[in-house]
């Protein structure tokens, strides 16, 4: 029981190394502050893109 209790910490421990500074960074840059850059953004990409494929 101590083993599979040990074993469970360990992944918990390594998911949270691994994903923490993602999820980190994405807190950051989905904050409301920054959706009017994001979003403008995105539409330069959309159009830049349409405006490629009639080229």
């Known amino acids: 029981m101590f083993l599979l209790l040990f074993f469970v910490l360990l992944i918990q421990s390594f998911t949270h190394w691994i994903f923490e500074p993602l999820a980190s960074i994405l807190e950051y840059v ?13 539409l330069v990409f959309l159009f830049s893109a349409n405006n490629m494929e009639q080229n």
Not at 31 to 41: D, F, G, K, S, T
């Open 30 to 42: 989905l904050q409301i502050r920054l959706l009017p850059i994001i979003a403008l953004i995105g």
